[in-house]
């Protein structure tokens, strides 16, 4: 556990209120699975985040960057360290012509929103996906033809130290779910996106369809952190499990969904061990029928 003193410390760089004692970490995921962090700090700006990655830096104190907490599965021992969470105390984005400038803590679909509302064409694709700007140019998140990479063409970032460093597209790296930060302990604190002017209409027709295509296909009505399993190439990771026989398949209170087998849901009061045992049954499954190996899209989180 985290001693009171270093909780006073933290007290003092940002405001009370916003430090967070043994948090349940389910409430702040989308799986809504995990068990307590020792504490959890909830940024507001760059210079704040700056001063608490120095300090905790400075007295060797483990921390962990989460957002909307949409791709995470915490342990359910929870976590021995510092959470810091940059999500709607950071979530501010400006309009300058065809380009937005989104603080990280920006949820995609609002900032979609945005930019619908503003007539601007090219993130239509991001409208449902429930994570932050932040977390999803880490991964390069993308959905129905569309990905990060095809808009984003500046990132501001911090590393541990607290040093603010800036990339371009090219910088970035960005590949299949995945980019730069993957690689190196960068946290994003701003993202700017290139959109193209459009026509309103067209951008809500686009974004009401794939709307409905996602409630046609995908369980939105259970917590889950979306795609399980990242595509592996030449298939469909979906159809792997569902051909593997593995839909509705259950552990605990964790299922792999009988609307779409991508995804692995938490049907029941799931535990964060029911779902690892889950993807475990379904990586072998798969491995043993096809060969082909399921490599988690789902990050892991535990001490």
Sequence with gaps: MISEAIINSLVRLVDEERVLISEPMKNHTTFRIGGEADAM????????????????????????????????????????????????????????????????GALMSKIARIAYENGLT????????????????????????GELKHVVTQVTVVNKEGEELIFTNEDMEFGYRTS??????????????????????????????????????????YPSAGSTFKRPEGYFAGALIQDAGLKGYTVGGAQVSEKHS??????????????RNLMAHVQKTVKEKFDVTLEPEVIYLDS
């Design 262 to 275: 991508g995804f692995v849901i938490n049907k029941c009061g799931a535990t964060s061990a029911d779902v």
């Design 41 to 104: 700090v909830r940024i507001s700006d760059k210079n704040e985040l700056s001063k608490v990655l120095r300090y905790l830096s400075q007295v060797e104190i483990p921390y962990y960057i989460i957002g909307n907490g949409s791709n995470l599965l915490v342990a359910d021992e929870g976590y021995r360290g510092v959470i810091i969470e940059i999500a709607d105390k950071m979530n501010e984005v400006r309009v300058e012509g065809s380009c937005l400038v989104c603080q990280a």
């Design 180 to 221: 730069l930060i993957k690689k190196y302990p960068y946290i994003v604190t701003e993202v700017k996106l290139q959109l193209e002017e459009g026509d309103k209409s067209v951008i809500k027709e686009t974004m009401d369809d794939l709307a409905a295509r996602r409630r046609d296909k995908q369980p939105l009505e």
């Design 122 to 145: 090219g993130l239509e694709f991001a409208a449902g996906i429930p994570g932050t700007i932040g977390g999803g140019t880490v991964m390069n998140a993308g959905a129905y033809g």
